[in-house]
């Protein structure tokens, strides 16, 4: 189903990201805000990576979208439809993670390429889509995503392994930060970004007051199903739900009892190969 303009794509295609504002309406981002910072297991299974610079960043992963408030926004049809129209073909659910980045602590994210790290999954092409979404609001101040306009067309950039994240050879980021614009992707809650799995991009510290949570869904071609396997999933076909049932399984969530309807265990972060396998610095 067509979701997105022609504008729309057409901006994907030059730039390597669109920003959907309002994606979700305040009722069903309310939900997903209050669910995830109530959500105790969520927190439990967060794990850490110091930044370099001796602030934690923070994330929970799983590998399967599930049946509650959680998987709800990874399956409703306004964001895989939209992310098929973007790659052209049927897509699958890769992962889905929140990054945790809390006020005055939540570290940085070095430049990289999301295929940087994905590459070495045996993913042939870069063909994947991650939708950001803003759980809360996301600003300058508290650390929003940095984007360089335009740097998937740079290709796969190689990524060297420093201290606990992986990041890109930054002679050729830092060449293209002379040549390529610089946005800051400043989000009100509700608000998806989506990008391409070469494109450039980091994030700030968070130096102020507020959270930055966001619900980030990450997409791969059913073409690009992996060679061999990883803590990563092969194809699995995602059964679409009707964008109505967001709101419905979010409103369960607090008066049926219903949980976040993932298993946390099922990615274990210690069992990333993708960015240990990579040259140390």
């Not at 997105?4 to 794509?9: F, I, K, R």
């Not at 809390?102 to 993913?123: F, I, L, P």
């Not at 042939?124 to 101040?141: C, G, K, N």
């Not at 608000?191 to 869904?217: K, T």
Request: hydrophobic residues 35%; contains cysteine; proline residues 3%.
């Amino acid at each position: 189903m067509k979701v997105l303009t022609d504008a729309q794509v057409k901006d994907f295609n030059r730039d390597g990201f669109i920003i959907v504002r309002r994606n979700f309406n305040t009722e069903e981002i309310s939900l997903l805000a209050r669910a995830s910072h109530e959500d105790k297991a969520l927190d439990q299974a967060a794990t850490s990576r110091d930044d370099g610079k001796g602030k934690p960043v923070r994330l929970t992963a799983w590998n399967h979208p599930g049946t509650g408030i959680y998987g709800m926004f990874a399956r409703c049809r306004r964001v895989v439809d939209a992310v098929e129209q973007l790659l052209e073909d049927e897509v699958y659910h890769y992962h889905s993670k929140m990054i945790l980045k809390d006020a005055r602590t939540g570290g940085a994210w070095a430049w990289h390429q999301d295929y940087g790290y994905w590459y070495q999954n045996g993913c042939l092409y870069p063909d994947f889509i991650s939708v950001s979404t803003a759980v809360d609001r996301a600003t300058r101040q508290n650390g929003c995503m940095q984007v360089l306009v335009g740097s998937h067309k740079l290709g796969r950039v190689n990524h060297i392994l420093s201290g606990e994240q992986a990041g890109a050879d930054m002679e050729r980021v830092n060449e293209a930060k002379k040549r390529l614009a610089l946005v800051h992707c400043e989000m009100e809650p509700g608000d998806s970004l989506y990008f391409h799995g070469n494109l450039l991009h980091c994030s700030a510290a968070n130096e102020s007051d507020h959270p930055r949570w966001s619900l980030i869904s990450c997409y791969n071609a059913r073409h690009n199903d992996p060679f061999k396997d990883s803590h990563h999933p092969r194809y699995t076909p995602l059964q679409k739900v009707d964008d109505a049932e967001v709101l419905r399984v979010a409103r369960e969530r607090f008066t049926g009892n219903r949980d976040g309807g993932v298993h946390f265990d099922d990615f274990n972060l210690e069992k990333d190969t993708s960015s240990k396998s990579l040259t140390q610095q």
